[in-house]
C-alpha cells in the first residue's frame, strides 16, 4: 500500500469497530455507543419534560428543589456527573452497577437538566391566551397543558432536541472513562493493540460519528416536516 | 346569575377595578363599554376567575369565588368566554377546537360530541370548515368558532370580550349576528363592546366605565340619548366622530 493512510487497520478490525465481542461476548463498537445513545435519549426527552413541567409548577415547594436540582447539573461537566454516578450508585444502591446502565444515568440526568431548559423555552413560548382559551371552556389546568400547550410547544422544541440529542450522541464517547466499551473505547483498545495508524482509527471514528448524527439531524428535519400544521396568523 | 358586590382589584398600584357594584339577572344582556385602559377586560376576566379579586364578592351562577372550597373549574365550564384575539388551538382542525372540552370534560362520547359540533357550526354557519384549520380561516370565522367552541359546554353565561374589535370591518356583522342571536335565545350575556348598534339592538343594560369605575348603568336609549357622566358623553362623542 502507497497511499497516505492505510485503512487496513480498520477492515481488519471492523466487526470489532462495530459490535465490540457480540454475539459471544457482551455488545459493544459502534452498537453499544447506538443503545446508549438511543436509551439515554428517550429517558432524557422524558426527564427533561418531567423536570420543565415541575419547574414551571405554581408551587414554590416543588419549583425550588427542581430547580437546584437542574442548576446543579447544568453546572458541571459532564465527566464529573459520569464519575459520580460511577461512585455513587453502587454506593447508593449497596450492589455493583453494570458500567453501562452507570453511562446511561449519567448521560440521562445530565441531558434531561438541559432538556428542561428547552421545556421550559418551549412552554413559555406559547401564547398565554391558548391557556386562558383552554382554562376558559374548564378544561383544568393540566389538561390544559396537555391537550393545548404541550402539543404546540414540542413542535417548536423539535429544532433544540435534536441539537441536544446530537451533543448526547457525541457525548457517550465520555463513557471510555469507566471502561464502557463502546466506539471510542474500541478505538483506543485497537489502537494499543496495533500501536500502527492511530490517524486512520481516529479518522474512521471522527467519521462514523459526524454520519450518525447527520443521519439523525436529517431524519428529525423530516419528522419535523411532516408534523407541521399551518401556524396562526 | 353574577353578582358583585364591592368589589376592588389592583395590579401592583394601579387601582384596576374600584368598587364595583353590579348584578346580572338570568337571560339579561349587558354590554360594558369604556375608554381603553378603563379595566373592561380585567372587569369581564373577574366572572370566570380568569383574574382573582383582591377585596369584595363576586357570585356567579351561586358559586362564591372567593370560597377556596369553589371549584373554578366547574364553575368555568359554566361560562364561554369569547377573546378578542380568538384564541383558537392552532394545532387542532375546527371540529376538534370545539370537541376538545366536551370530550375532555363531560365525557361527552366522541361521536355525540361532533354531532353537537356540527350543530353549533351550522348555527354559525361554517359548517364546511370542520376541516378545516384556524389560520385558514378569516377573522370573522375564527371568531365564530370560537364562540362554537364556548357554546360547546352549554354554558349558562356567556362572556365577550370585544370580540369585533380585531376584525376588518366587513367581518363584523357576521360575529354580531351570531352574538343577536344568541342574545335573543335567552342567553345570559356580558359583552364588552364598542358596537352601539348591538348595544342598542339587544342590551337590556349598558354599562360605562372610566378608570376602574362603574360612572354610568342604564338602558341603551337612556345612555345614548341622554348620557349622565361628562366622560359618557365625551367618549361617546369620540365614538360617533369619523376616525379619519
Ligand atoms: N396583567 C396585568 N398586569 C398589570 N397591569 C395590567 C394587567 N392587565 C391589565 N393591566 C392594566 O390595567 C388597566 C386596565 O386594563 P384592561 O382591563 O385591559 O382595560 P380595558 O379592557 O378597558 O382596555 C390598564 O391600565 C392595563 O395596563
Ligand atoms: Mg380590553
Not at chain 1, 97 to 102: G, I, K, M, N, Y
Not at chain 1, 218 to 223: A, D, G, I, K, N
Not at chain 2, 33 to 54: A, F, H, M, V, Y
Request: aromatic letters at 10%; charged letters at 20%.
Amino acid at each position: 500500500m502507497d497511499g497516505l493512510f492505510d485503512f487496513q487497520v480498520i477492515t481488519n478490525n471492523f466487526t470489532y469497530f462495530m459490535v465490540g465481542r457480540y454475539p459471544e461476548g457482551p455488545l459493544g463498537g459502534l452498537g453499544l455507543t447506538l443503545y446508549l445513545a438511543a436509551v439515554s435519549c428517550i429517558l432524557s426527552f422524558f426527564g427533561g419534560l418531567i423536570l420543565g413541567l415541575l419547574s414551571l409548577s405554581r408551587h414554590a415547594a416543588i419549583r425550588y428543589p427542581v430547580n437546584l436540582f437542574i442548576n446543579t447539573f447544568r453546572g458541571m461537566p459532564l465527566l464529573m456527573v459520569i464519575f459520580w454516578m460511577y461512585f455513587l450508585l453502587p454506593a447508593l444502591l449497596g450492589k455493583t452497577v453494570p458500567e453501562s446502565r452507570t453511562v446511561i444515568m449519567g448521560l440521562t440526568i445530565f441531558t434531561s437538566a438541559y432538556m428542561s431548559q428547552i421545556v421550559i423555552a418551549g412552554i413559555k413560548g406559547i401564547p398565554k391566551g391558548q391557556t386562558e382559551a383552554a382554562i376558559s371552556t374548564g378544561l383544568k389546568p393540566w389538561q390544559a397543558m396537555v391537550y393545548v400547550v404541550l402539543p404546540q410547544g414540542l413542535r417548536n422544541m423539535i429544532p433544540s432536541f435534536v441539537n441536544q440529542f446530537v451533543s448526547l450522541i457525541k457525548d457517550t464517547s465520555l463513557a471510555f472513562i469507566v471502561g464502557v466499551s463502546e466506539l471510542t473505547h474500541v478505538a483506543t483498545q485497537v489502537n494499543n493493540r496495533t500501536m500502527s495508524s492511530p490517524t486512520e482509527i481516529f479518522i474512521f471514528i471522527a467519521v462514523v460519528y459526524f454520519l450518525i448524527c447527520y443521519a439523525f439531524t436529517t431524519l428529525s428535519r423530516w419528522l419535523e416536516g411532516r408534523l407541521a400544521w399551518r401556524k396562526a396568523i | 346569575m353574577i353578582k358583585f358586590n364591592a368589589v376592588h382589584k389592583w395590579f401592583k398600584s394601579l387601582h384596576v377595578l374600584n368598587d364595583i357594584n353590579l348584578s346580572v339577572q338570568q337571560g339579561e344582556v349587558v354590554v360594558v363599554c369604556g375608554p381603553s385602559g378603563s379595566g373592561k377586560s380585567t372587569l369581564i376576566r373577574t366572572i370566570n376567575q380568569l383574574e382573582p379579586i383582591d377585596k369584595g364578592s363576586l357570585i356567579v351562577d351561586g358559586m362564591d369565588l372567593c370560597d377556596k372550597k369553589t371549584d373554578i373549574n366547574r364553575l368555568r365550564a359554566e361560562v364561554g368566554f369569547v377573546f378578542q384575539q380568538f384564541n383558537l388551538y392552532p394545532h387542532l382542525s375546527v371540529l376538534n377546537n370545539i370537541t376538545l372540552a366536551p370530550t375532555k370534560i363531560r365525557k361527552t362520547p366522541r361521536k355525540d360530541a361532533e354531532e353537537q359540533a356540527m350543530a353549533l357550526l351550522e348555527r354559525v354557519g361554517l359548517a364546511n370548515k370542520r376541516d378545516s384549520y384556524p389560520s385558514q380561516l378569516s377573522g370573522g370565522q375564527q371568531q365564530r368558532v370560537a364562540i362554537a367552541r364556548a357554546l360547546a359546554m352549554k354554558p349558562k353565561i356567556m362572556l365577550f370580550d370585544e370580540p369585533t374589535s380585531a376584525l376588518d370591518p366587513e367581518m363584523i356583522g357576521e360575529v354580531l349576528a351570531v352574538m343577536q342571536d344568541l342574545a335573543r335565545s335567552g342567553m345570559t350575556m356580558v359583552c364588552v363592546t364598542h358596537e352601539m348598534g348591538f348595544a342598542r339592538e339587544v342590551a337590556d343594560r349598558v354599562v360605562f366605565m372610566d378608570h376602574g369605575v362603574i360612572l354610568e348603568e342604564a338602558e341603551p336609549e337612556e345612555f345614548f340619548r341622554n348620557p349622565q357622566h361628562d366622560r359618557a358623553k365625551q367618549f361617546l362623542k369620540q365614538l360617533l366622530s369619523p376616525m379619519h
